[in-house]
């Protein structure tokens, strides 16, 4: 005997699962479309031209070839780079909007009264991306051949250095050097492009850089490397030695490139991510543009980066009281 009530039930039920599955289906198609469903925007912190740019721009453009997807690269300067990652902080969790900044990410927080965003808590920490050493270089008319004959005669006579701004890990790492070294030199901020430049015309008679702007100049004889950051030499100057080379400890300070998403982004969707930027980073093209920028990359998961940006920010966080540094 025909039951209308059974029949309803029968239909709800029946609409129920469709709606059920339908939603599972939109959750994971969500996830497999990435980065198809639209444009992802890579918001780099800094002005076009510099490394946190040129690298963004690279890495963009091999996770278009080896994604599918369509990257588009957008800056947002300004700041120390805050702008862009109050910005990024306030967009979508769903893996469209990407931050790529620098080592400058870890330091601001610390650096500026108010930063707007935590580093530890507003963001997704997604790839670690390529980094290179800060380097100390001089003019060639200085007459030292090493760190130990620089500091010995910065001890006898006045002497300046150039960084890349204030607050910065090229800043930073020359103010660490100079209390470990029981010296007085006193600090230039220059904009990091203009930075070993200082050097190289005798405004200064030290520049404190990244690897990027400086390795040609070493090339050309323009200035004289000294020193790099690192606990390791570079592969690109394997004949110029570290700072722990000479006594000093504990040195192992880089400029480094970072990929972030808000907070909130699904586990399973980072994970996916990541994989893609390390798949980017490891082709052959993107290695060879990294060398040529004096910046290494390796192989890295989010947990990884994450561990990694937890001792960043409390060792620049040390250094910046230690300093004096401050940004309103």
């Known amino acids: 005997m025909y039951n209308p009530f059974q029949y309803i039930v029968k239909t709800k039920s029946i609409l129920m699962i469709g709606l059920i599955c339908g939603l599972f289906s939109q959750m994971a198609s969500a996830q497999t479309e990435w980065p198809k469903a639209k444009n992802v925007t890579i918001y780099v912190a800094f002005a076009p031209g510099a490394f946190t740019d ?3 721009r690279i890495v963009g453009q091999e996770l278009a070839k080896t994604t599918g997807g369509n990257f588009v690269v957008e800056n947002r300067p300004g700041a120390g780079g805050n702008i862009a990652t109050q910005f990024v902080k306030r967009a979508p969790a769903d893996g469209y909007s990407i931050l790529v900044h620098s080592v ?5 927080p610390s650096l500026y009264t108010n930063a707007g965003y935590d580093a530890l808590k507003d963001f997704a920490p997604l790839a670690l991306g390529p980094r290179t050493p800060n380097i100390i270089t001089v003019n060639p008319k200085v007459p030292v051949k090493d760190l130990k004959e620089l500091i010995d005669l910065a001890k006898k006579e006045p002497m300046s250095y150039a960084s890349s701004g204030i607050g910065t890990t090229t800043h930073l790492s020359m103010e660490r050097l100079k209390t470990a070294a029981h010296v007085d030199i006193t600090h230039v901020p220059y904009q990091p492009a203009q930075a070993v430049g200082a050097a190289v015309a005798g405004h200064t008679q030290i520049s404190s850089t990244s690897m990027p702007p400086a390795v040609q100049q070493i090339k050309a004889g323009n200035v004289r490397a000294i020193a790099v950051t690192s606990s390791k030499r570079s592969v690109l100057l394997p004949d110029v030695p570290t700072v722990g080379e000479f006594g000093y400890k504990d040195f192992d300070d880089y400029t480094w490139v970072g990929f972030f998403v808000p907070v909130g982004t699904p586990p399973a969707l980072v994970d996916q991510m990541n994989a893609a930027i390390n ?3 490891e082709t052959p093209e993107a290695k060879e543009k990294f060398v040529l920028q004096g910046m290494e990359s390796t192989k890295n998961t989010s ?20 300093s004096g540094a401050k940004v309103e």
């Open 303 to 322: 947990a990884q980066f994450g561990t990694f940006l937890q001792s960043e920010v409390k060792k620049w966080a040390g250094v910046v009281v230690s």
């Open 104 to 108: 400058a990410y870890a330091v601001n």
């Open 279 to 281: 798949r980017a980073m």
């Open 54 to 56: 040129v690298i963004a």
